[in-house]
């Protein structure tokens, strides 16, 4: 189990790129899942980007595909979120959350897979 800090959120213009960050206390974050998160006002916490333990498969959700690259560095315990693109909608907190139980090569996308969360970091374009 493990302690997760998001860093990097901000206020930015329309068309601008961030990228956040995610250190985690674990000792066990080389072997998690690793997935991103988002939640904006008065809407249910969205799936944002996905990667695997190994950093070999990545999954994105169907808003930010082609704009958003989720990475790690496992060296660092570190997962990141280079968001290029950004359009007002992607407006909202970024959560990171680790997946410590995930028995197939799927990576998973609903909240309910996810064992441990980062307080989030608020990421805000503005048009």
């Known amino acids: 189990q493990g302690h997760l800090v998001e860093s990097g959120g901000g206020l930015v213009q329309a068309g601008d790129s961030l990228r956040l960050s995610c250190v985690s206390s674990?000792?066990?974050?080389?072997?998690?899942?690793m997935a991103w998160f988002r939640q904006a006002p008065g809407k249910e916490r969205e799936f944002v980007a996905a990667?695997?333990?190994?950093?070999?498969?990545?999954h994105y959700g169907d808003s930010v595909r082609g704009r958003f690259t989720i990475s790690r560095d496992n060296a660092k315990n570190t997962v990141y979120l280079q968001m290029n693109s950004l359009k007002p909608e992607d407006t909202a907190i970024y959560y990171c959350a680790s997946d410590r139980s995930n028995p197939n090569t799927e990576l998973r996308t609903s909240t309910h897979d996810y064992d441990d969360w980062g307080q989030g970091t608020q990421v805000t374009v503005s048009s």
């Open positions: 990667i695997s333990w190994t950093g070999a498969i990545t």
């Open positions: 674990g000792r066990a974050f080389s072997r998690n899942d």
